[in-house]
């Protein structure tokens, strides 16, 4: 009870004993036993008046007082209640609405309720660190690399048999909150380069370990082109059937883009082709040949010699341009559909000496070459063999490659 509730308090008792007490007259002993009897009442309900004073008159002040000077202005960690504004019986209080728990973000320190959840390491290791220690690396293919288990990484695939970092990206594959990394590791093989996508992450020590193996080349795929993570956690990886090296062009490569996910403690392939099948672009010729009919020998010593060989382009793709290898190998040239050979740059699987023009598929053309032939020749065969060429002039490798050539002896 306040200061000023104690005064109202003592003001109204202090009127009450001022009105009553001049009534009381002493009148003998029945007198002053009917007074005690009468007082004993009467003091039951003053009492019960200043009981009913005691807390209304304060409550009323009180009520008063909030009305000139609005609501106190709470210390902290502390509420403003309203004051009870009526005189009745209280109604029931609602019970208390809860909102559902809020799930906090992955990674961080505590829950919604306070509750401290296990921290998630960091998964984003920069190029410094992956080349600083040893780690474990995926198995690879074992005609491009040996190594395995503990390795530490070179800057650069320069040597061969040493497994090197090429590149790196960041992402959260795992799901976790965290991102994690994800590298382009290569180990030479002669002039190639084997190489697989390996994703590194931090256990809760702080350490390197590796995550796992996305995906690498073999069997399928040859050559890792580019690679990418997904805002989804998703890895995207291009792929290529061939790598091209020693000489081949790299207009022969195919490549397809695949998607990876971490599922069930690994990678697996969720997006993408899965395999290249057949090229498209090739068909499958086939050459024949006869024999190489060769006149007697000239005054000079020199014999003409005729060639015809016979191509057929079993399909499926059209040739825009036959090319031919090995004819000069017969003798010098000296006539018959020589005529029709124009020079290409050396381009291609095969650089054809001469090349003609083009055979659907489905059809077969016969072609006559003479040559003139030193008469020393010993009468070795020699290898023809019929190349496909696109309309840049690329040469492309075939369907069926043993049935491309044929061995050529001379007769006569």
Same mark, same amino acid.
């Given at each position: 009870?306040?200061?000023?509730?104690?005064?109202?308090?003592?003001?109204?008792?202090?009127?009450?004993?001022?009105?009553?007490?001049?009534? =009381?007259?002493?009148?003998?002993?029945?007198?002053?036993?009917? @007074?005690?009897?009468?007082?004993?009442?009467?003091?039951?309900?003053?009492?019960?008046?200043? *009981?009913?004073?005691?807390?209304?008159?304060?409550?009323?002040?009180?009520?008063?007082?909030?009305?000139? #000077?609005?609501?106190?202005?709470?210390? &902290?960690?502390?509420?403003?209640?309203? #004051?009870?504004?009526?005189?009745?019986?209280?109604?029931? $209080?609602?019970? &208390?609405? +809860?909102?559902?728990?809020?799930?906090?973000?992955?990674? $961080?320190?505590?829950?919604?309720?306070?509750?401290?959840?296990?921290? =998630? &390491?960091?998964?984003? %290791? #920069?190029?410094?660190?992956?080349?600083?220690?040893?780690?474990?690396?995926?198995?690879?293919?074992?005609?491009?690399?040996?190594?395995?288990?503990?390795?530490?990484?070179?800057?650069?695939?320069?040597?061969?048999? *040493? &497994?090197?970092?090429?590149?790196?990206?960041?992402?959260? %594959?795992?799901?976790?909150?965290?991102?994690?990394?994800?590298?382009?590791?290569?180990?030479?093989?002669?002039?190639?380069?084997?190489?697989?996508?390996?994703?590194?992450?931090?256990?809760?020590?702080?350490? %390197?370990? +590796?995550?796992?193996?996305?995906?690498?080349?073999?069997?399928?795929?040859?050559?890792?082109?580019?690679?990418?993570? @997904?805002?989804?956690? $998703?890895?995207?990886?291009?792929?290529?059937?061939?790598?091209?090296?020693?000489?081949?062009?790299?207009?022969?490569?195919?490549?397809?883009?695949? +998607?990876?996910?971490?599922?069930?403690?690994?990678?697996?392939?969720?997006?993408?082709? +899965?395999?290249?099948?057949?090229?498209?672009?090739?068909?499958?010729?086939?050459?024949?040949?006869?024999?190489?009919?060769?006149?007697?020998?000239?005054?000079?010593?020199?014999? @003409?010699?005729?060639?015809?060989? @016979?191509?057929?382009?079993?399909?499926?793709?059209?040739?825009?341009?036959?090319?031919? =290898?090995?004819?000069?190998?017969?003798?010098?040239?000296?006539?018959?559909?020589?005529?029709?050979?124009?020079?290409?740059?050396?381009?291609?699987?095969?650089?054809?000496?001469?090349?003609?023009?083009?055979?659907?598929?489905?059809?077969?053309?016969?072609?006559?070459?003479?040559?003139?032939?030193?008469?020393?020749?010993?009468?070795?065969?020699?290898?023809?063999? *019929?190349?496909?060429?696109?309309?840049?002039?690329?040469?492309?490798?075939?369907?069926?490659?043993?049935?491309?050539?044929?061995?050529?002896? $001379?007769?006569?």
């Amino acid at each position: 009870m306040t200061e000023y509730e104690d005064r109202l308090v003592d003001a109204e008792f202090t009127a009450y004993r001022d009105a009553l007490v001049p009534a =009381v007259q002493p009148a003998g002993p029945d007198a002053a036993r009917a @007074t005690v009897r009468r007082r004993r009442h009467r003091a039951v309900a003053v009492t019960a008046a200043a *009981v009913v004073l005691a807390v209304a008159v304060p409550v009323a002040g009180r009520a008063a007082l909030d009305r000139e #000077s609005g609501p106190p202005d709470p210390g &902290p960690a502390q509420s403003v209640e309203p #004051s009870p504004t009526g005189t009745g019986a209280p109604s029931p $209080s609602a019970a &208390p609405s +809860t909102s559902p728990p809020v799930s906090p973000p992955a990674g $961080s320190p505590t829950g919604s309720a306070g509750a401290e959840v296990p921290t =998630v &390491p960091d998964g984003r %290791i #920069s190029r410094a660190q992956l080349l600083a220690g040893k780690v474990d690396l995926p198995a690879w293919t074992p005609e491009e690399c040996a190594a395995g288990g503990g390795v530490r990484l070179r800057k650069t695939d320069q040597d061969v048999g *040493v &497994p090197a970092l090429l590149s790196l990206a960041h992402g959260d %594959i795992d799901a976790d909150g965290a991102d994690e990394t994800v590298a382009l590791l290569g180990c030479r093989y002669g002039e190639a380069v084997g190489k697989q996508v390996v994703a590194f992450d931090r256990d809760t020590a702080g350490r %390197i370990v +590796t995550l796992g193996q996305v995906t690498r080349t073999g069997e399928g795929q040859r050559d890792i082109l580019a690679y990418e993570v @997904t805002d989804g956690g $998703s890895v995207r990886v291009r792929v290529a059937d061939i790598q091209p090296c020693c000489d081949v062009p790299t207009y022969l490569a195919r490549d397809q883009w695949r +998607t990876y996910r971490w599922q069930g403690g690994r990678f697996a392939q969720t997006g993408g082709p +899965t395999e290249f099948g057949p090229d498209d672009r090739l068909t499958d010729l086939a050459l024949t040949a006869g024999e190489l009919v060769l006149s007697t020998p000239g005054a000079d010593g020199k014999r @003409t010699g005729s060639l015809t060989v @016979t191509v057929v382009n079993k399909g499926p793709v059209d040739v825009p341009l036959l090319g031919f =290898v090995g004819l000069d190998r017969l003798g010098e040239r000296a006539g018959g559909d020589f005529a029709q050979c124009r020079d290409l740059p050396e381009v291609g699987p095969h650089w054809a000496s001469c090349v003609t023009g083009g055979l659907p598929a489905g059809q077969r053309r016969s072609l006559t070459f003479t040559v003139l032939v030193d008469g020393s020749t010993s009468g070795d065969p020699a290898v023809v063999r *019929v190349v496909h060429y696109d309309a840049q002039n690329k040469g492309w490798p075939d369907l069926v490659e043993t049935n491309n050539g044929a061995d050529v002896r $001379s007769a006569g």
